[in-house]
């Protein structure tokens, strides 16, 4: 019953993306966990726009027969390794959303105009191909670690979520925030200043010292680097940021620091966890956050890190916050 519900799911999702245009002819393919190890996948040379439930293919990830299947798309190797890789992932799309195609093929980086972009997007990442199929897989493997919506350049996009839903919606919001760029390029021709341009500036190294990430004398370091921002005092005495953030290292007990917040400056910091509002992500996400390639914004979203508290209570302050995590990465970490 559930593989009949998830092939029709499948199938719905297909006509949609087709007459979206966000997959044309036959490109594109799509993928659902059935089980911990076993998937369904559209076959190889199908049309998204008219799937019926024999062009869906169960596949069991263990069984070798089952993996060499002749039927299966060129993009199966990535299908499957997303799902091995990422266990609380059960639903993937792959397809060539002609917008967004379009615009990684001469730009690496999105231009970023609308706070919902930074939210709930960030920065995708752009991951170059060199033949019409993915055949180095583990490269987008390690770009989705850091957003769950990858652009492959010259060929489409990759979005992995918990549901279809999820999924969809970040492709979705990617092509429409590709075409505000487009648009905002034809009022104003000359390159375009990120709406944050303020947040954007280079700030002036802190320090040569390398920390260790998440000791005290790193979180000591952010306070002082923060007290010192400028830019940062006049976002929190604008905003009013008076507030108790901790932030946490999943899995290593101890690995916790309340940050306390009063109108724009960090008045104290504790060695521990309690806090109205708690970030905890793993190690390898924190590295992330703290070098500058993930934003926490859209890690939260994205579920890469755990929020306790209210996001949209936090995002009151989301101007001083992201300044903030923009001078995490200045403190450097070893």
Same mark, same amino acid.
């Given at each position: 019953m559930e593989e009949k519900f998830l092939k029709e799911e499948i199938i719905r999702l297909g006509k #949609?993306?087709?007459?979206?245009?966000?997959? @044309?002819?036959?490109?594109?393919?799509?993928?659902?966990?059935?089980?911990?190890?076993?998937?369904?996948? $559209?076959?190889?040379?199908?049309s998204l726009g008219e799937l019926r439930e024999e062009d869906i293919i169960t596949v069991d +990830? /263990?069984?070798?027969? =089952?993996?060499?299947? #002749?039927? +299966?798309?060129?993009?199966?190797?990535?299908h499957s390794l997303i799902y091995k890789n990422f266990s609380k992932i059960n639903r993937v799309?792959?397809?060539?959303?002609? +917008? $967004?195609?379009?615009?990684?093929? @001469?730009?690496?980086? +999105?231009?970023?105009?609308t706070f919902e972009t930074k939210l709930f997007?960030?920065?995708?990442?752009?991951? %170059?191909?060199? /033949?019409?199929?993915?055949?180095?897989? %583990?490269?987008?493997?390690?770009?989705? %670690?850091?957003n769950n919506l990858v652009a492959m350049k010259n060929h489409?996009?990759?979005?992995?979520?918990?549901?279809? /839903?999820?999924?969809?919606?970040?492709i979705e919001s990617l092509e429409e925030a590709v075409r505000m760029a487009g648009v905002a390029r034809l009022f104003k021709k000359e390159t375009?200043?990120?709406?944050? &341009? &303020?947040? %954007?500036?280079? *700030?002036?190294p802190s320090s040569a010292v390398f920390y260790e990430m998440f000791s005290l004398p790193h979180m000591e370091a952010i306070v002082d680097l923060v007290?010192? =921002?400028?830019s940062f005092r006049k976002l929190g005495a604008e905003f009013d940021l008076s507030v108790d953030l901790a932030i946490m290292l999943a899995s290593e007990a101890g690995k916790a620091y309340t940050f306390h917040f009063v109108k724009g400056k960090i008045d104290g910091l504790d060695e521990a966890g309690e806090a109205p509002f708690v970030i905890s992500a793993s190690r390898e996400i924190w590295q992330q956050i703290f070098f500058g390639k993930l934003d926490p914004f859209?890690? /939260?979203?994205? #579920?890469?890190?755990? *929020? #306790?508290?209210?996001? $949209?209570k936090l995002t009151r302050w989301y101007l001083p916050f992201t300044r903030l995590f923009a001078l995490f990465k200045e403190v450097k970490i070893q």
């Open positions: #949609k993306l087709y007459d979206l245009r966000l997959a @044309v002819a036959r490109g594109g393919n799509l993928s659902s966990r059935l089980a911990q190890d076993t998937i369904l996948i $559209t076959a190889t040379s199908v +990830l /263990t069984n070798s027969a =089952d993996c060499t299947n #002749k039927s +299966l798309s060129t993009e199966f190797p990535l799309i792959h397809c060539h959303p002609p +917008l $967004t195609n379009a615009y990684f093929s @001469v730009y690496d980086d +999105l231009e970023i105009l997007l960030g920065q995708i990442p752009a991951v %170059k191909q060199f /033949t019409p199929s993915v055949t180095n897989p %583990k490269e987008v493997i390690d770009a989705l %670690k850091m489409g996009v990759v979005s992995m979520g918990e549901n279809f /839903t999820e999924a969809f919606y970040l375009l200043n990120p709406f944050e &341009e &303020e947040l %954007k500036k280079d *700030l002036s007290n010192n =921002d400028e859209v890690a /939260t979203t994205q #579920k890469k890190m755990e *929020l #306790k508290g209210e996001l $949209t």
